[in-house]
């Protein structure tokens, strides 16, 4: 691939600290699990991938005022005591360590004030797509909405693990779903996903979810269609269900729906170009020593450097 690559950052760190032991740990026994673990999944994907540009995308707020705005129960179970999110602590320790790695290799790390990492992932997409491919490397599936054979703009799935991504693009997402390659926001907003707090319509399961999006196309297509006082398209009762829960329906493209049209400097000004060098080699030493990175870093050196050779 010759492209651009953006990590849903906050997915491949919880999903290191969940692979790696949490007995991996500095030297002085503070756990690096989730630091190594991330540092060998960027340098696997530079490797194997070899995209031109990549962007860590971050959460500067991983439960925006709109969506909570327009759905309460947005994330509400993952609400810690004092109002953060369930963040393991032996994880937040390792956060700044990560930014900290990151920005002394000189990869770009962007995220905007009042956004998820999903939503700058969404406006470096389309604004990418524009000059050519587009890898979104990430385990959420939300982010499949984002799949444009135009672009194009495809998903690198990681739920079998860095090394055995699944490629999604539009033909995989409808094989898979059996709805358009682009509907997946609205088959989402349909069936719901408990572990975001998006209820879905009571009623609507998977299938009756994908037969209203492919006959209508959109869920402003199906409440469209009930104005028109239309029975035609709709599954046995589905259309009862989907007129009682016209309410949740309307709120639900907000929260769902991935922000695309971001204008904001920290992504405006951004240098996304892949380094082949690290920005502050004394600062990478520094950190590698301190913490006890060594292998993982110079896995990501050397992977810097075969791209840079290719």
Known sequence: ?????????????????????????????????????????????????????????????????????????????????????????????????????????????????????????????????????????????????????????????????????????????AAKYGIPGRGYADYAMLRGDPSDGLPGVPGVGDKTAAALVTRFGSVEGILAALEAGTDEGFPAGARRRIEAARSYLAAAGTVVRVVTDIDAAELRDLDDRLPSRPRDPDAVVELADRWGLGGPVNRLLNALAARAAS
């Open 1 to 173: 691939m010759s492209g651009l690559m953006l990590l849903d950052t906050p997915s491949l760190y919880f999903r290191a600290f969940y692979g790696v032991p949490e007995s991996v740990t500095a030297p002085d026994g503070t756990p690096v699990n989730a630091v190594r673990g991330l540092l060998d999944m960027i340098a696997s994907l530079v490797r194997d991938r070899a995209p031109d540009r990549l962007v860590c995308c971050m959460d500067a707020d991983w439960r925006p005022a709109f969506r909570v705005a327009a759905l309460p129960s947005y994330k509400a179970h993952r609400v810690a005591a004092d109002g953060g999110d369930q963040t393991p602590d032996a994880l937040e320790a390792q956060l700044p360590l990560i930014d900290a790695v990151l920005d002394a290799f000189g990869l770009a790390r962007a995220g905007v004030p009042g956004y998820e990492a999903d939503d700058v992932i969404g406006t470096l997409a389309v604004r990418g797509a524009r000059r050519g491919p587009v890898d979104v490397v990430t385990g959420d599936r939300d982010l499949f909405q984002l799949v444009d054979e135009r672009g194009p703009i495809q998903v690198l799935y990681t739920a079998r693990g860095i090394r055995n991504l699944q490629v999604m693009g539009e033909k995989e997402v």
